[in-house]
């Protein structure tokens, strides 16, 4: 049975630092992987698909990487700002996927 | 734009009562649609997998006779929580993705909060 982690649970930094938010899965047979940002209440916003044959994706101030072998994958935001402050969500798996926990991001003005 | 139309977004009643949530696929036609339930501060969790033009698919633990899904048409699925009462109460979500391409995302709609008195 597939598990995902994510590391850490919360995360505080002040504007214009860059972050890394860290994702696991136990079963490296994925399809793909998917990154989401969800606002409190509210519903998910897809953020970069990686696919299980690639090893990073970009898009703007992100970056995902995924090492399907360890069963990792980061996301990595450039000058943060107070408008990425919401809770990002990993998801792996095909055709339905298998979340993590979140981490809840908070940037500081 | 919006790939994904879910409605009602709030929805408060009284317990006994039976809530329909409404999701549209937008973009495409959509032969498989998920619902996710996700309680307070915890991670969305996959209830069932809705297949048009047959039976559900329904997620070890979620009562199928409580939660009824009816994917009548490729742009429609709907979750009808029965006979709802306050342990019911989650924010419901619904995603699609085009079912023949395994590499496509998912795309989510934008929730339905569900509250029982």
């Known amino acids: 049975k597939q598990e995902v982690t994510q590391i850490p649970a919360a995360l505080s930094v002040p504007e214009g630092e860059n972050l890394v938010l860290n994702c696991s899965f136990t079963?490296?047979?994925?399809?793909?992987l998917q990154w989401f940002r969800q606002d409190p209440g509210k519903g998910l916003t897809s953020l970069l698909l990686?696919?299980?044959?690639?090893r990073e994706q970009t898009s703007g101030r992100l970056n995902a990487s995924l090492d399907k072998s360890s069963g990792r994958s980061t996301l990595y935001i450039a000058a943060s700002q107070p408008g990425d402050s919401a809770t990002y969500l990993c998801?792996?798996?095909?055709?339905?996927?298998?979340f993590g926990p979140g981490t809840r991001l908070s940037v500081l003005p | 734009g919006a790939v994904v139309s879910q409605h009602p977004s709030r929805v408060i009643c009284k317990s006994g009562t039976s809530v329909k949530i409404e999701c549209r696929s937008l973009?495409?036609?959509?032969?498989?649609m998920f619902w996710y339930r996700q309680f307070p501060k915890q991670s969305l969790m996959l209830m069932a997998t809705?297949?048009?033009?047959?039976?559900?698919?329904?997620e070890q633990g979620v009562e199928k006779d409580k939660f009824l899904i009816n994917h009548a048409s490729l742009t429609l699925s709907t979750l009808t929580v029965t006979s709802a009462h306050p342990e019911d109460s989650s924010f419901y979500i619904c995603?699609?993705?085009?079912?023949?391409?395994?590499?496509?995302?998912?795309?989510f709609g934008d929730g339905t909060r569900l509250s029982i008195l």
């Open positions: 990686i696919q299980s044959s690639q």
């Open positions: 973009d495409f036609q959509a032969t498989t």
């Open positions: 809705s297949n048009e033009g047959s039976k559900a698919t329904y």
């Open positions: 079963d490296s047979a994925i399809y793909n």
């Open positions: 995603s699609t993705k085009r079912a023949w391409d395994s590499n496509q995302p998912q795309h």
């Open positions: 998801a792996v798996g095909g055709q339905n996927f298998v």
